[in-house]
């Protein structure tokens, strides 16, 4: 896996840091999730985790679905939802897809005190993705239409923090069919990318929130064209019932299943379509 950061803390003590601070991840769940220490890390050093599940039924060409949480560290239900999501992948008898899971992106904005949407250099790390717009008005959205607000800043370049270098690492890496971003606390169902929306995912319905510069529903689903679902939960604190959390996961594998139906995959790689000589950070 790309290098991005050296990570300083090892699994077991990165799932104390988690355990300590997510009412709903104890740690010895997260010993046993299976994650692996990427090869990258945060600004202070902590392991950006992630885990490959492979499909359990018998597809010669697997869909492959990306599943991020916690891109936005006070967001602290992203991260525990995507903790029980895991389970229930494990426990699928029949899985079509091949999974590659990222349950926490932000690690040194979650385990501040209190959490923070930005990471450790005061960067929102989704607005910090090389969208082909970010370089002409990442700063000038920030500036005129957030008021400069802190919790937005996009950062001084695109790709200038870690974790969003790690994360578009993980993208050109794996390839993946549909991207799945887990956020809260509007409690919609958002959607960037090709074809048409889902209207309705358990008790999430379609609220499209639009795309702005450098976030990554713009940058994989307008620009590189890959789905790009974004589940709003309704609050970054509480999580959804086992109940509403199961639906949505339910309403997600049948959509998926019906948007991506398994076919060979094509010639020409989706990369060589890419209008490299756009992109800021190339």
């Given at each position: 896996m790309p290098a991005s950061a050296v990570s300083l803390v090892s699994l077991e003590q990165m799932c104390a840091l988690i355990g300590g601070r997510l009412q709903s991840v104890e740690v010895q769940q997260c010993l046993q999730a299976?994650?692996?220490?990427?090869?990258?890390?945060?600004?202070?050093?902590?392991?950006?985790?992630?885990?490959?599940?492979?499909?359990?039924?018998?597809?010669?060409?697997?869909?492959?679905?990306?599943?991020?949480?916690?891109?936005?560290?006070?967001e602290l239900t992203a991260v525990s939802v995507v903790f029980r999501w895991m389970k229930q992948i494990e426990t699928e008898r029949f899985q079509p897809f091949q999974w590659r899971v990222l349950p926490s992106t932000n690690p040194d904005g979650l385990l501040r005190q209190p959490s923070t949407r930005v990471n450790a250099n005061g960067v929102d790390l989704n607005r910090n993705f090389p969208s082909v717009d970010w370089q002409t008005d990442a700063l000038d959205y920030w500036q005129r239409r957030t008021g400069r607000d802190v919790r937005r800043y996009p950062g001084p370049s695109a790709l200038s923090e870690p974790e969003t270098r790690w994360l578009v690492a993980?993208?050109?890496?794996?390839?993946?069919?549909?991207?799945?971003?887990?956020?809260?606390?509007?409690?919609?169902?958002?959607?960037?990318?090709?074809?048409?929306?889902?209207?309705?995912?358990?008790?999430?319905?379609?609220?499209?929130?639009?795309?702005y510069p450098g976030s990554l529903g713009n940058y994989a689903g307008v620009n590189r064209g890959v789905p790009v679902i974004t589940l709003e939960l309704p609050h970054a604190g509480i999580m959804p019932s086992e109940r509403q959390s199961r639906k949505i996961w339910t309403d997600m594998l049948t959509w998926l299943e019906k948007r991506l139906p398994e076919q060979a995959p094509p010639q020409t790689d989706r990369l060589e379509n890419l209008p490299w000589e756009s992109q800021p950070w190339h």
């Open positions: 299976g994650l692996r220490v990427g090869d990258g890390a945060s600004v202070h050093g902590l392991p950006l985790l992630y885990r490959d599940y492979p499909p359990t039924s018998q597809r010669a060409f697997p869909r492959r679905i990306l599943l991020i949480g916690g891109i936005h560290g006070d993980q993208i050109e890496e794996f390839s993946p069919d549909a991207i799945v971003s887990i956020h809260a606390p509007y409690g919609v169902l958002d959607f960037d990318g090709p074809d048409e929306p889902p209207e309705q995912f358990g008790y999430l319905r379609l609220h499209q929130l639009g795309t």
